[in-house]
């Protein structure tokens, strides 16, 4: 994804790395997508969106959407597109936040046990 090497330049890249949606309405003639423009013929894609994913404030990764004619994404389907990139990464978010009350939960636990069965721990005081 870096910004000076022709792959670090396409669509994906450009949605991750400037966090933000970018779309390519036509992967013929967008100079932007030729490193992968044979791909993108055998593929039959002419258009895509990317969407940055975030996870705490941080890009963590894209949803793309391709699809087999140009100019597939219009205003409207776009912003439909960035809603749902948007509650992916709320779930994303609360996915985060249940593991770490998860863990914290097993940590308590782990040494509410300590405690509780060395009992020179017992005489120290609690955290």
Known sequence: MEADNPFGRGPTSIAIREQRPFC??????????????Q???????????????????????????????????????RELLVEMA?????????ISRELERKRAEAEIERLAFYRSAHPFAKSTPAL
């Open 24 to 37: 390519c309405q036509d992967f013929i003639n967008d100079p932007i997508v030729s490193p992968w423009k």
């Open 39 to 77: 791909i993108n013929v055998r593929a039959g894609w002419a258009s895509s969106v990317s969407l940055p994913l975030r996870r705490n404030d941080a890009v963590i990764g894209a949803f793309v959407l391709y699809a087999d004619s140009a100019n597939a994404f219009d205003n409207a389907i």
């Open 86 to 94: 948007a509650d992916i990464s709320f779930a994303l978010e609360n």
